[in-house]
């Protein structure tokens, strides 16, 4: 078989012509495997300290400690195509919308079970007309919101099951509930998760499964039977390799296999995309591993208070990748294995539970991008305590907490800017 590479180069200005190994402003280099069923895109090596990209703050909503005009505890947010913003808020079960500038344009809704009233937030989606809709299962109804925030409709779901981030949708504007679509394997409390596309009624439609990657995480089990009933319960350690999906807005699954760095885009047009990348592994020291099980063995019994640390031996280097993100602009967001750092003392967090053990390591958070054709776009570090809500092209939106763990959301733009179609 002739096998034909494509370099491509993630640069601010490449000629048609180039053909170097010369990585750009990206860092990597990307190569190309057009040839099979399945189009491969390889990479290798480590990115320059140079290249990393840094976030630099454009906008902030962070009410003070004695605000309760605002929100107190944010459970979820999204960014609507106007870049306005919708806040639910876990304490008073209300949604707070900020205009793209940051400024409060309206509460909506309240503690409830009537139309416009909320009793849970299990996932919220912005629709294409920026209203919103957000599944309660606390009252068994996803409600539709309008771009003002005024309550349409209801459609009454059953309530057997529910997860954060438990409702999707589609450019088209279908909805989908995240369930469970394969029975468990051994170590899990629950099978597979998947998308179950919701009828206009709003029962269920066709199912997205994805694939078994066949590489099980290790996963420490514990049980408890006495006489008021049972428990069961299961958890990973945090070092160890997943495997991860998401949903990409045109409708189809993202997967990726963490213990490999290995991600395929299973596009609903042309050729699926496997993104396959080589990176030195990440050493995790002695005294981290120590803490790790410490961790897990206090998590263990919560179920059953005899428990001991059994199972698999905590790694001794981590998985390359922790997680998979897919903004709305279709891009991939991968976070990397990096270095651990110690917390300084003056930063430790004391727990809540006296027998919970005080946490002295933290990774810091590095996302590595690509386009949904596999093309490397950057490395890009974020700031202590910030995690990814959503992005779209150079613009970051972030549940960003302070020393004193409060809330604030935060947009960002990526510095130097990604390059690529989507910028």
Not at 19 to 35: E, F, K, R
Not at 165 to 188: I, S
Not at 349 to 374: L, Q, S
Request: proline share 8%; charged share 25%.
């Amino acid at each position: 078989m002739k096998y034909c590479w494509f370099l491509i180069l993630a640069c601010a200005a490449c000629s048609p012509g180039s053909a170097g190994p010369n990585p750009g402003s990206a860092g990597l280099a990307t190569a190309i495997d057009s040839t099979g069923d399945t189009i491969v895109a390889r990479l290798a090596g480590e990115v320059p300290a140079s290249a990393v990209r840094q976030l630099t703050e454009e906008m902030r909503i962070a009410p003070a400690a004695d605000d309760t005009t605002l929100f107190t505890e944010v459970w979820e947010f999204d960014v609507d195509r106007a870049g306005r913003i919708w806040v639910y808020d876990g304490p008073t079960n209300s949604i707070f919308l900020f205009g793209a500038d940051g400024k409060l344009i309206r509460r909506v809704g309240r503690q409830g079970a009537g139309p416009g009233e909320f009793n849970a937030n299990a996932g919220m989606v912005v629709l294409g007309d920026t209203g919103l809709a957000i599944w309660d299962p606390g009252v068994g109804r996803i409600s539709i919101l309008d771009s003002a925030g005024i309550y349409r409709v209801g459609l009454a779901i059953p309530t057997n099951f529910s997860t954060s981030d438990g409702l999707l949708t589609d450019r088209t504007g279908a909805l989908y509930r995240k369930l469970p679509v394969a029975l468990p394997r051994e170590g899990e409390v629950i099978g597979r998760i998947g998308a179950v596309r919701l009828r206009p009624d709003g029962s269920h439609g066709d199912s997205l499964v994805p694939p078994d990657l066949r590489s099980i995480p290790e996963t420490y089990l514990a049980e408890r039977t006495s006489k008021s009933g049972s428990g069961r319960s299961s958890m990973g350690s945090q070092f160890s390799a997943s495997n991860f999906w998401a949903w990409h807005p045109e409708g189809y699954l993202v997967v990726a296999d963490g213990g490999k760095y290995e991600v395929t885009i299973a596009r609903q047009v042309g050729k699926p995309v496997q993104i396959r990348r080589e990176m030195a592994a990440v050493p995790i020291g002695a005294a981290e591993r120590d803490e790790e099980q410490a961790r897990i063995v206090d998590q263990m019994r919560r179920t059953d208070p005899s428990w001991t640390f059994h199972g698999p031996p905590i790694r001794e280097s981590k998985a390359p990748l922790s997680g998979l993100v897919v903004s709305r602009d279709g891009r991939l967001w991968l976070p990397v294995a990096v270095p651990s750092e110690r917390i300084p003392d003056g930063e430790l967090t004391k727990p809540r539970r006296p027998e919970a053990p005080i946490i002295h390591f933290r990774m810091p958070v590095v996302y590595e991008v690509y386009e949904p054709t596999g093309v490397f776009l950057g490395r890009i570090a974020f700031p202590k305590r910030t995690r990814l809500i959503e992005a779209d092209g150079d613009l970051v939106w972030a549940l960003v907490r302070n020393e004193d763990d409060l809330p604030a959301v935060v947009r960002f733009r990526i510095t130097p800017g990604l390059l690529g179609p989507s910028h």
